[in-house]
């Protein structure tokens, strides 16, 4: 399996190639793992799409382009 190495605050890690999160992710992954049957809960994820389909809104308001803010929250959403 190939990998990047990706740098957060405490270090670098590997993470791999295909995978589409960095750092931050990979260690709770490692530190907090999820067996084959077990998922993040529905209710979790819904809640993170709610703060990035906000925090989108706002950005736009600061100067986030309007194309990269409807991505994001058309990504929120769906």
Do not use: C
Not at 21 to 50: C, K
Not at 51 to 71: F, I, P, S, W
Request: no cysteine.
């Amino acid at each position: 399996m190939s990998t990047r190495t990706e740098t957060d605050s405490i270090g670098p890690i590997d993470v791999p190639a295909d995978a589409y999160w960095g750092a931050q992710t990979e260690r709770s992954l490692e530190n907090f793992p999820f067996g084959p049957r077990e998922r993040m809960p529905f209710e979790i994820v819904h809640a993170l799409a709610i703060v990035k389909q906000a925090a989108a809104r706002v950005n736009r308001r600061h100067g986030l382009a309007a194309e990269k803010a409807d991505a994001i929250e058309a990504a929120a959403i769906s």
